[in-house]
């Protein structure tokens, strides 16, 4: 209990001293969290509001556009912010007290902390000014959401030992993942593909990630694609595979500090 206790209290201080380097020393920082994923959900109400009258689900384009972008960051943010953790606080780790893993806690914590609120006030904000009445499942947006932590940080924990390992693995993941953004289902619903398009899809597991978070804010929307048992087992084992590959590389991860 003594030594979960010292986890517990050098992963708070942890997360404090990140939310102050990332936020606190820039102009605006909380601001820019919040106004980042608002301008990206706009610019695509602009663009397909003009090409189309109404969105693939539902009568409202930013609604619809912010259930995917948002749904989606809780993976990418997340995926991203953590697997540059050790790397950034690479001189942390000579303190007997820090352990590597506390340093992907920290930001898996802040991340998934900022992304949840920046969610709650977007979705607000999109129903207080266009006087929406929004009816929703909590469950099946907890549950995207998790899952998708869940998800982000299994493969954090990978790439935080590949990166540092490998510098050219680090360029060929950026541009082989990249494409997920366009493939997810962000602007589109995954489960109206025409096959065999739609099954090629549906290998993705963001793709289940934005349509279970879509069901809890759309209660006519049935993802007939969607398959839970698959988007919890791929994200869980990769949580497992990450914790292997970074517990057997904690030598390597304390000799380069």
Known sequence: MRHFGTHIRVVSA???????????GKPGGYMWAILEPAAYIALLTMVFSAISRVPALGSNFP???????????????????????LRSNMNLLSYPAVAPIDTLAARLILQTGTSALVAVLVFFTIAWTMGLH???????IFEAASLASILAFGVGLMNNVAFMKYPLYEQLFGIVTRPLFMMSGVFFLPDQMPHPYQDVLLFNPLCHVIMLFREGFYPEYRATGLDIRYLAEFSFVALFLGMIVFTFSRATIRGRQ
């Open 63 to 85: 609604l619809f556009f912010a259930t995917g972008f948002l749904s989606y960051q809780f993976y990418q943010a997340t995926s991203g912010y953590v697997a540059a953790a």
């Open 14 to 24: 942890l997360v404090v001293r990140e939310m102050s380097t990332r936020f606190g």
């Open 134 to 140: 929004l009816q929703l499942n909590w469950t099946d």
